[in-house]
């Protein structure tokens, strides 16, 4: 089956440390990208990636970091630089050079610093 | 800059009525896609249905079917004979035509009473 899977489902960090959440997908989307979800929020676009090896800042990136060494990889790390990470943070991919960009979510991830 | 506003935060139905969930969105382009998309409880977002801006006939997916004004620039959900399994965050977005990024909306959440 292909799909977008995050892990893990749940997170625990504490304050100072960095943490790294895992995104890959199996669907041969070259474009992926990272949202925070925090409630009355909606969405929020913390980075994403066209190719491999390439990616851009959303909205919100300060205080995360990602890479994309592989087509099917899009690993998001939270350093201690963000003020308030604890949030739901979901991975998404689409095909890219399609009209509409339609994207596919993963299950998400939720962190919460103690 | 485009924007998406939903303006209900919260709504209730009981089961097998209809519901309308309001989205305005704000563009100077002229081609471009909508979505709405469905997070329920177990916050995994699918698509509901998309509206491509150049077609003038509403999109329609079983129970849901949308009311597409683009002079008004406005794009209502409509769930017919709603059902518990509808109760969810439903997310109204935005896309210009071959972008690479989604506008999301804050999202209202839909409860559907038994």
């Known amino acids: 089956d292909g799909g977008i899977t995050q892990s893990p489902k749940y997170l625990f960090r504490k304050e100072g440390q960095n943490v790294t959440l895992s995104c890959e997908q199996n669907l041969n989307h070259d474009a992926m990208y990272w949202y925070r979800q925090d409630p009355g929020q909606g969405l929020r676009l913390i980075y994403y990636?066209?190719?491999?090896?390439?990616?851009q800042k959303g909205d919100i990136a300060e205080g995360y970091s990602v890479s994309r060494e592989k087509k099917e990889s899009f690993p998001l790390t939270v350093t201690s630089a963000q003020k308030n990470p604890t949030a739901f943070y979901l991975c998404a991919s689409s095909k890219a050079g399609l009209h509409d960009n339609e994207q596919f979510f993963g299950p998400g991830t939720r962190l919460t610093v103690l | 800059a485009q924007t998406v506003t939903q303006s209900q935060p919260e709504m209730s139905v009981q089961e097998a009525e209809t519901v309308t969930l309001s989205c305005t969105y704000d563009t100077s382009e002229s081609n471009y896609y909508l979505f709405w998309y469905k997070q329920p409880p177990s916050r995994q977002m699918i698509l509901v249905i998309r509206q491509e801006a150049y077609k003038q006939q509403n999109a329609t997916e079983n129970r849901f079917s949308v009311n597409f004004q683009k002079a008004a620039k406005s794009f209502s959900l409509k769930i017919s004979d709603s059902q518990l399994g509808d109760t969810a965050m439903y997310f109204c977005a935005f896309t210009r035509y071959r972008d690479d990024k989604i506008i999301f909306g804050k999202g209202t959440r839909l409860h559907i009473l038994p």
């Open positions: 990636s066209q190719i491999v090896n390439d990616f």
